[in-house]
């Protein structure tokens, strides 16, 4: 397994979890779903003597890029979304329904729009674009040395909501099926996300995805992450 540098906070106020992901061996790095708490996540990169590339994002959600916009005027990097969620929250009438459920400003434009299996290179480290609708029509989940940063697509135990704009369960579980379940069969990849919050519970339908749990004790926190 390739040397990375990983590290997982729960950010903002949905506390989404936003990683630091690294190549250990040249120091370059990316900021994935910055949640907010930009001073907090500013310390994190330069704690670990990261020089970041990119912002990526998994989905357009406002909870997952609030600090976008501060953090890339610190460190002049760009940020990248899928096309599919940069050209749907661009949409007036999408943006108006996302900013009164999430009560948090919908995204600004991304600089780089991602495409799916586009390959961006941070050091020796490759991170792969896995395009897997469901949860918004652009959501993504990243590759990288193993690991796979899953966004809302997939918690642990659980998906993402899919009752918001945008959102698609019969969508997600195909993605889940052709896009995420062939990785786990082939050993490639693991999620690195946490379970749902307590208080999302009940409020989309429940499904049983009890063959594609991922158990938490994997690669990525003997790669040195922390739990949430
Ligand atoms: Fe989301």
Not at 194 to 209: D, L, M, Q, T
């Amino acid at each position: 397994m390739q040397d990375v540098i990983i590290r997982q906070e729960a950010i903002g106020p949905y506390r989404v979890n936003t990683y630091l992901l690294a190549c250990a061996q040249t120091g370059k790095g990316v900021l994935i779903d910055p949640g907010g708490e930009t001073e907090r996540l500013i310390s994190m990169v330069r704690d670990e003597g990261v020089e970041l590339m990119y912002i990526l994002n998994t989905h357009g959600h406002a909870d997952h890029v609030l600090a976008n916009q501060r953090l890339k005027a610190v460190f002049s990097v760009p940020v990248c979304m899928h096309e599919a969620d940069d050209i749907f929250f661009a949409v007036a009438e999408v943006r108006e329904k996302s900013e009164k459920e999430l009560g948090l400003p919908a995204p600004a434009p991304a600089d780089i729009r991602l495409t799916d299996g586009q390959v961006l290179t941070v050091g020796a480290l490759r991170i792969k674009v896995i395009h897997t609708p469901g949860h918004t029509p652009g959501s993504v989940c990243f590759l990288a040395a193993g690991n796979l940063f899953t966004g809302d697509t997939l918690f642990v135990g659980d998906v993402g909501r899919t009752d918001l704009t945008g959102g698609s369960l019969d969508t997600l579980i195909t993605s889940l099926r052709e896009k995420v379940i062939v990785r786990r069969s082939s050993g490639q990849a693991m999620t690195t996300a946490r379970r749902r919050p307590r208080r999302w519970a009940g409020r989309s339908r429940k499904i049983s995805i009890s063959r594609i749990s991922f158990s938490p004790n994997n690669g990525f926190f003997k790669a040195g992450g922390r739990r949430a």
